[in-house]
């Protein structure tokens, strides 16, 4: 273990494992089949990269996504790793290059799409090379009860079948205990030992607003974090296009990501992103899988995720570096609606039947006023005990009630008025006192209830009408026209028999709470912070990879915390590894005593 522990400070530069790690590296130094379930930012890639460094012959990584292998590859290398990829980016004589570093034998690691690793050429070279273990990243992809179910990596199935003494190790972030199983068995590593990191994600602040004008509130939201790295998620293209030109109208750095761009576009959008030439990718769930920043501080969703697995993956993206950070869920019961259009597209009854469970899931989990992270950790089965959790919306702000009998009866009555005939809007337009051209045209202006809540805000009654579809005192038509219904709950209500709480409006969004001293653009140094991560930036671009690849928040956090001004200091900060601290070392200890000599730059 002593070298091991020599391993990873040499080359990773840290002095000590996270949790569960250490034992999983045995047990792949050890030639075990192993299963690690283990959320972003938890250290999966360091199980399988470390022991490859100890271990004779080469580790072959299967990875689903070009942008990461190319990215974990670069930042391999930056630690003094020799690792490699094979992919349709590169060249043929590019790729004969690799393959000739193969057969000498001069590679740790070598990252291959499932689609490549299955073709009989390549297995054919495969079988002649000294394997120690392969490590299957992104295990989740083999289940099709997995969020991001892709049929080649059910062929990978054929490695214990041709590499019958060769080890496994499967990881993923994200695995209900059905998927769980589902990707041991494909693999065939029913003697895997499995280990299950907590899901709990305590850097990150889960909060939901109900939507209320969503172009300002993510504008609001934008403004107040300037120069932050963050995601927002939308489900249609449309409406990325729309959301990005509008940041842009207002000289927000936002760009584009969907697959109705032209994947030259992509490309260029996800490296402006990754090289920090821009803040915010506004994209749909298209993007973020293969995306290894670590510096993300905060992920929107503009809309409904697909599921809570969607949610889990899509957010776990925020603080991979461990530092706080932000999780924004706009949400309107009204998108429903339009996501049960897309259910009703797919092919089979059982992928619909399957959707449409995960939606109320998700639908759940939104008018929830129990604990966000409580709710997250028993949807993937882990015990817990911590009644508050200090960082969501429900925890820190818990969500008021009021006696909303009498609005109810108001807005049951309206639809009772016209005769069940009309949807949300409609509806909104008569108990406002609007003089809509709908309204006059069917005399609604003259109805008992016409102006009857006029006082309170369109938005509110809006909100309190899909409050009352959720509760189950109306219902709304699946089709194009969502007809209002009253239920057999609401006569009870009608004739003041029932009691009903609602949700108190939000009144904007919450004040964002003080972040921990953790948070590297609240540190008592933010002008050295940004002096650091121009030199780092400049340094990244130099060597055509991310600036994370040089060095993460964190490290230059500590940077600012000790201030070191020897080699040897230096080589104290977590993540500067040998190799880091001989290219590196020097320019930034540079940069620090400078600063410090000249507080004012």
Known sequence: MEKTLNVLETYFGYSQFRPLQQAIVQDVLDKKDVFVLMPTGGGKSLCYQLPSVILKGVTIVVSP???????????????????????SSL???????????????KLSLLYVAPERLVQDNFMKLLKQLPINFFAIDEAHCISQWGHDFRPEYRQLRLLREDFPKTSVIALTATATPRVR???????????????????NRPNLTYRILQKNNPFSQVLEYVTSHPGEAG????????????????LNQRKIKALAYHAGLPDATRKRNQEAFLRENTDIIVATIAFGMGIDKPNVRFVIHYNLPQSLEHYYQETGRAGRDGLPSDCLFLYSYADKFSQE??????????????????????????????????????????QTTQANCGSCDNCLSPKETFDGTVVSQKILSCVYRVQERFGTSHLIHILT????????????????????????????IKMYLYELIHLGYLTQTQDQYAIVHLTPKSKAVLQGKEKVLLTKPPLRLPKQDKKSQNNPTTTSDPELFQQLRALRKRLADERNVPPYVIFSDASLKEMITFLPQTTEEF???????????????PIFLKEITHYLAHPQG
């Open 65 to 87: 996504l070009i942008s990461l292998m190319k990215d974990q590859v670069d930042a391999l290398n930056q630690n003094g790793i020799k690792a490699a990829y094979l992919n």
């Open 91 to 105: 060249t043929s004589s590019e790729q004969q290059a690799i393959i000739q570093l193969l057969e000498q034998n």
């Open 181 to 199: 199983q589902d990707i041991i068995s494909a693999l065939s590593i029913e003697t895997a030992k499995t280990y299950q990191a907590s899901f």
């Open 231 to 246: 995601i927002i998620y939308c489900n249609s293209r449309k409406t990325v296009e729309s959301l990005t030109e509008k």
């Open 341 to 382: 259009r897309f259910i009703a597209e797919k092919e089979t009854e059982e992928e619909r039947q399957l959707a449409k469970a995960q939606l109320h899931r998700v639908l759940d989990y939104a008018q929830s006023k129990l604990c966000r992270h409580n709710l997250l950790l028993q949807y993937f089965a882990e």
């Open 433 to 460: 006192g609007s003089q809509a051209e709908k309204v006059l045209q069917y005399g609604h202006d003259r109805l008992s209830t016409y102006g009857i809540i006029k006082d309170h805000p369109a938005s509110d």
């Open 571 to 585: 080589a104290e900060i977590k993540g500067v590894g040998a190799q880091k601290l001989e290219h590196f070392g």
